[in-house]
């Protein structure tokens, strides 16, 4: 289980990685954590929001 904080932390860096031109980003968490939860959480509508931008 992760803090507050690192909960927080594991979204922002999630947002980052789906703004980032990377293709497909490796999540640095664990399959079974909640901070994995928590990043892709904050990438996956950054990388729609980056991909919708792209196409219009």
Known sequence: MGTRE???EAILKGRTAGE???ESPP???PRDS?????WVKGYAPAR??????RTE
């Open 48 to 53: 729609r929001a980056r991909e919708s931008a």
């Open 27 to 29: 999540c640095p968490y």
């Open 20 to 22: 980032s031109d990377q």
């Open 34 to 38: 909640i901070l994995r939860t928590a």
């Open 6 to 8: 690192e909960i927080v």
